[in-house]
């Protein structure tokens, strides 16, 4: 064992003191920093999209002008409308905190158009509830009181319950009673726990998000059992079971893949800016260069030997060829995830720099039991690495089983670069055409966190299976090397 352990260490070495893996360490930060500055670019140009109002639509007065000019079906009202906007100095921004009042007048219309409709079909006490309604809406936008607007948005969410009828169609979840109920809900929740109406408040937004799911619920339900989307439904819940806590329990943001990462409810307090979080737990994407790199020096930690002749000063020492081999496997690992180390440091670095340390104690959520659980974030985004690295592992064991064969290391490495950046577009090709049998070739089950989420290229593949052909291979590769390695003539 311990000639074993001296012989790691003296591989070890070697990798270290050559400068390209000085090289390597620097582009290992280079791409940190291109993903950061990507994440930068793209926060900066989402930002670019929530301009003014008045630079896209014009001002109130440019669209009363074209209004007038154009005569379109109900233009009066609508020139109505925004001169009343006008008139009191109602914000057009879609990220100004009164926006909501804008929101408010067209409701107050709407309730005194319909009001009118009740009248004329001689329905008074509808007319009076609507009436009622649309003077609410005109008392809080008078006195800027979002508080009152939640309120009478209950009193209109009762009001759509109460009065539709729905004619026997029970075919869409739009024309149930579930579906207003989610809307009531929604309603009531916003007014009893005072959540702001801002467009760009984290909670407005996260209770917006789980109405979405709602009444997505309301819609995956409505159809007989038998021909429920049993995945989709259990996805809606879960979403729902997250976001509810949040808001249960003030957590502005998580790390989870519904808390900012993928979600149209992100992990900031606006609704265009990026956080530490949301950007971080994005970062093993950059996995794959970091790879590219493994695999070159796992293509030529032995083939070099070889064709140099230095394997001729290991092999004279009193070490057996399986401990050589072995080293330099270890080695070659014990790099990779060095690599992968100085990346996460450096993600968590930048991210922070770039985007703010706000946010650093922010829970992993996730669901378990039928409870929802809080976890470590960094914990959650360091286990997102480690599944990763899977497909960097086994294309630089391919690549080391090469190397045991050829003396080139051109070979070696050019193999392995090429099939890990190609054989992911071969396996898409072949669930494009149909050919099952696509499913057992490695590329396909390396991408384990999305199989882990369901997302497969080949449908019903699991996450048990894909780690079952996983092993196969690595066994062949393993098996491979070891066979090359031991049964090899030195010249």
């Known amino acids: 064992m311990r000639k074993l352990i001296n012989v790691i260490i003296n591989e070890y070495v070697k990798i270290l003191l050559k400068l390209s893996t000085i090289v390597m360490l620097i582009a290992v930060f280079l791409v940190a920093l291109a993903y950061n500055g990507i994440m930068l670019i793209t926060n900066r140009m989402q930002q670019k999209w929530f301009i003014n109002i008045d ?13 007038k000019s154009s005569k379109s079906e109900g233009w009066e009202t609508q020139v109505e409308i925004l001169t009343y906007l006008k008139d009191n100095d109602i914000p057009q921004n879609y990220l100004d905190d009164d926006h909501w009042m804008q929101t408010a007048v067209y409701a107050m219309f ?18 009076d509830k609507a009436l009622k309604t649309a003077d609410e809406f005109e008392k809080a936008v008078a006195a800027r009181d979002w508080k009152a607007y939640n309120r009478a948005n209950v009193m209109v969410a009762q009001a759509n319950l109460d009065n539709n009828d729905y004619s026997g169609v029970k075919s869409t979840y739009w024309r149930t009673d579930e579906y207003f109920e989610v809307l009531l809900w929604r309603a009531q929740y916003q007014a009893e726990h005072e959540i702001p109406p801002i467009e760009t408040h984290w909670k407005n937004r996260l209770l917006s998000g789980v109405m979405s799911q709602k009444c997505s619920l309301v819609g ?3 159809v007989p059992e038998a021909e429920r989307d049993r995945e989709a439904i259990a996805k809606a819940e879960r979403k729902i079971m997250l976001w509810e806590y949040r808001l249960e329990n003030d957590i502005r943001v998580d790390s989870s893949e519904y808390g900012g990462i993928t979600s149209q409810v992100d992990d900031s ?6 956080g530490f979080w949301r950007v971080f737990a994005g970062t093993p994407r950059g996995i794959t260069f970091i790879s590219v790199m493994i695999i070159i020096i796992a293509g030529s930690v032995i ?19 399986y401990k050589i081999f072995i080293a330099k496997y270890v080695s070659v690992l014990s790099f990779a995830f060095l690599m992968l180390f100085a990346y ?4 968590v670095l930048l991210s922070g720099l770039i985007f703010g340390f706000d946010d650093l104690g922010a829970p992993y959520l996730y669901v378990s039991n039928g409870e929802v659980a809080e976890g470590s974030s960094f914990l959650f985004v360091a286990s997102k690495y480690l599944i990763a690295s899977v497909g960097m592992i086994c294309m630089a064991t391919l690549s080391f089983a090469v190397s045991s064969l050829a003396r080139s290391s051109a070979l070696s490495i050019g193999l392995g670069v090429f099939l890990y950046l190609s054989g992911y577009s071969v396996a898409a090709v072949m669930s494009g055409l ?19 989420e369901g997302i497969s290229l080949f449908k019903g593949q699991t996450l048990t299976f894909a780690i079952a052909v996983i092993g196969v291979y690595m066994t062949v590769f393993l098996l491979t090397a070891w066979d090359g390695f031991v049964r090899r003539d030195v010249k």
Do not use: C, H, M
């Open 344 to 347: 996460y440091l450096f993600n």
């Open 55 to 67: 630079a896209y639509y014009g001002t109130y007065d440019d669209q009363i002008a074209r209004l």
């Open 434 to 452: 149909d050919i099952d049998f696509g499913r057992y070739i490695i590329f396909a089950n390396l991408e384990l966190n999305e199989i882990s």
């Open 303 to 321: 083939s070099s030997e070889f064709s140099t002749g230095t394997i001729k000063y290991l092999l004279v020492n009193p070490v057996k060829r």
């Open 110 to 127: 709407d309730k005194k158009d319909e009001a009118k409709a009740f009248s004329e079909a001689g329905e008074t006490k509808k007319a």
């Open 269 to 274: 307090s606006t609704s265009t800016g990026f």
């Open 220 to 222: 995956l339900t409505v």
